[in-house]
């Protein structure tokens, strides 16, 4: 559960994104699409708490994996600093992933911003079984999307959309989703990660749509584990366990969940 | 043969660290990590009598070397408790303490009677100091007739040893605790989380969804230290000590302030195996110092030198 990982390439693949290839073996071989690692930076009592990172790719074989991340804060600007041979004391994989079979007709993979780290793996375990594919990919600007091609997408359909128009479409990946719908030119199980908004998008218009649709949510996390309850997510209505309401921990029950089971 | 084994008045650990309530869930999710019967005890998540569903998110932010939460308590009220924990953490291997918390002083008292009838518990901490929920929580520990009068109600009901667990948002810590060992409680835990709040500035608004949370972690350590140390100097009572632990050095500080014995608790959440590698160390230190048990330093801070 916990380990030391070493860190053996450090890249810049888009701006403010940084792509990370770790080795440890035990989490190479039980990695699985849509978890989570929760990582120290450093050893002391600033940044504190761990950082919760989506597993980007694994490769048992070279006993690596990856993981992709945006700078944004305290932590994430240390980590960028890391250099080859530096450790990382990972704990995880954490979480429940993206449970796949059976699936029908093609996996629609929607990705908004940074939230294409845990599809890219994902991509890699349904691409490596036969699945057909296609790459939604929706990001503020093209500076900030990192090239598909470069992870494994040959043979991929891809599309882009920008809010600036920069690369793809203008607009957000979910009007570009719903484009394709629309025009009946699409139908699949919907898998996506991304900022919270475009993520509660994608609930409401599935309404119509119907399609299988799971995502991967972020929330504030303390232990990782389940341990605190600091991480929840609210449960839908259709999902009501003991008490009137009740949550979800997003560490342990998800980080990936149905679209019917949270309230966003 | 030196000997880390404790005594809280009724209360006998085998080892002076516990894990802290609301860190450690119900024991269960750390079990994969670390041995349970190496610690002293673990007090399980805070008790209500009816489930909880806690607060809205989010629940958590990270402060300069510390932490706010905002729970809220969830939990899954007596019954669940009793029905979907406690058979496992009747076998865990180390002693089990329940953390109980009410609206009113009958909640209390309901939950000090039907705990007290349960078997493999090994005592009740008595939460008083809770800054996350609306109603009971800290008001019962925030004043000294309002502490008495529960106590008054619940310790007869209690037939396991009882701790109090006392709030550090408090201006007369040592007065709440003399109440407590006037009315019978067999210890005091010090201490729960400081209320605080952060302000997310883009939003312009207080970050938890609770908007106030209790703050834990190194920031607080000092500030636990010393009402332990108050404490201890004012009111003959054993103390468990806690705030902001993550090293052997810091608990020492801690026991030689006076406490009996020490819970860890945002600590765990950085490095989940921090208990039994605090244990090693006081083992280690003991025997540097050449000292046979760990009683020898408790309240050494106060001794003229
Ligand atoms: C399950 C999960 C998977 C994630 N996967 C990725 C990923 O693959 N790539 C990536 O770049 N980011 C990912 N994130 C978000 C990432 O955890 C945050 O960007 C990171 O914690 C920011 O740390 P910081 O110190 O740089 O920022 P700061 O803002 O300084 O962090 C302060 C505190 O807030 C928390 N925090 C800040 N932003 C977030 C956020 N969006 N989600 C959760 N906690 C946050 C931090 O963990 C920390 O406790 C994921 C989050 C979760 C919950
Ligand atoms: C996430 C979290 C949940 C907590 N829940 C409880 C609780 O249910 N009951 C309680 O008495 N204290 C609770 N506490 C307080 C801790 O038990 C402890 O008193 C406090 O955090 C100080 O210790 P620390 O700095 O080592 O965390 C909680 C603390 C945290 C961080
Ligand atoms: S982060 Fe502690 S329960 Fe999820």
């Known amino acids: 559960m916990q380990a030391e990982a070493i860190v053996r390439k450090l890249e810049k693949v888009a701006e403010d994104i940084i792509y990370l290839k770790l080795e440890e073996k035990s989490i190479a071989q039980l990695a699985l699409p849509g978890q989570f690692l929760h ?43 890391l250099r080859p041979g530096d450790r990382m004391d990972c704990l995880g994989p954490l979480g429940r992933g993206f449970h796949t079979a ?75 989703l719903e484009g394709f719908f629309l025009e009946g030119r699409i139908s699949g199980s919907v898998f996506a990660c991304g900022p919270r908004p475009m993520l509660k998008a994608l609930q409401e218009k599935n309404e119509q749509w119907k399609m299988p649709l799971k995502f991967s949510l972020e929330e504030r ?20 366990g003991w008490g009137a309401r009740q949550y979800h921990r997003v560490c342990l029950e998800g980080p990936v969940f149905d679209a019917g089971e949270v309230l966003l | 043969m030196t000997t880390l084994s404790t005594v809280l008045g009724p209360l006998e650990l085998s080892c002076p660290v516990l894990a802290a309530s609301g860190t450690f869930g119900f024991g269960e999710e750390y079990s994969s990590m670390l041995d349970l019967s190496e610690l002293g005890g673990v007090v399980v998540k805070g008790l209500t009598l009816e489930p909880r569903w806690g607060n809205p998110p989010p629940r958590v932010v990270e402060t300069p070397a510390g932490m706010l939460n905002a729970i809220g308590l969830q939990n899954p009220g007596l019954e669940g408790f009793l029905e979907r924990e406690m058979p496992r953490l009747r076998h865990c291997g180390t002693a089990v303490i329940v953390n109980i918390n009410g609206e009113t002083e009958e909640e209390f008292a309901v939950l000090a009677r039907e705990l007290s009838s349960v078997e493999g518990l090994a005592a009740l901490e008595l939460n008083v100091s809770c800054p996350n929920v609306p109603l009971g929580g800290i008001t019962f520990g925030s004043s000294t007739p309002i502490l008495q009068k529960l106590l008054k109600k619940v310790r007869p009901l209690c037939r396991l040893p009882l701790l109090v667990k006392l709030s550090p948002n408090v201006t007369d810590i040592a007065g709440l605790a003399r109440v407590c060992r006037d009315e019978g409680a ?45 404490v201890f100097q004012e009111v003959n009572i054993p103390i468990i ?21 020490v819970a860890v608790g ?31 330093v408790i309240g050494a801070a106060h001794r003229e030198t």
Not at chain 1, 224 to 240: I, K, R, T
Request: charged share 20%; proline share 5%; aromatic share 6%.
């Open chain 1, 39 to 81: 990582i120290r930076i450093g050893r002391g009592v600033a940044p504190l708490l761990r950082r919760p990172f989506s597993i980007a790719g694994a490769s048992p074989e070279e006993k690596a994996f990856s993981i992709l991340f945006r700078v944004s804060g305290e932590g994430t600007r240390l980590m960028s600093g």
């Open chain 1, 221 to 240: 996390m303390a232990c990782g584990v389940g341990a605190c309850q600091g991480c929840v997510v609210a449960s839908s209505p259709d999902f009501m």
């Open chain 2, 186 to 230: 067999d210890a005091v835990s010090l201490i729960n989380t400081l209320k605080g709040m952060v302000i997310d500035t883009a939003a312009k608004t207080p970050l938890l969804g609770n908007k106030t949370g209790g703050l834990s972690g190194p920031a607080i350590r000092p500030v636990a230290v010393r009402m332990v140390y108050e």
């Open chain 2, 266 to 296: 945002t600590a765990n959440f950085v490095e989940p195996r921090i208990m039994p590698q605090i244990i090693s160390g006081l083992r280690a230190y003991l025997e540097e110092e050449d000292l046979e048990d760990i009683g020898s």
């Open chain 1, 102 to 176: 059976p699936l029908k007709g093609a996996a629609l993979m929607v990705a908004g911003g940074i939230g294409i780290a845990p599809l890219l793996f994902l991509a890699q375990h349904l691409l490596g079984a036969g699945h057909k594919l296609v790459f939604f990919y929706g990001a503020p600007s093209a500076g900030e999307m990192v090239c598909l091609e470069r992870f494994l997408f040959n043979g991929a359909e891809t599309w882009l959309a920008t809010e600036d128009g920069s690369a793809g479409r203008r607009g957000t990946v979910v009007d570009l």
């Open chain 2, 241 to 261: 000590g806690m705030g902001g632990i993550m090293s052997t050095e810091d608990a020492l500080q801690f026991f030689m302030a006076g406490a009996r014995a």
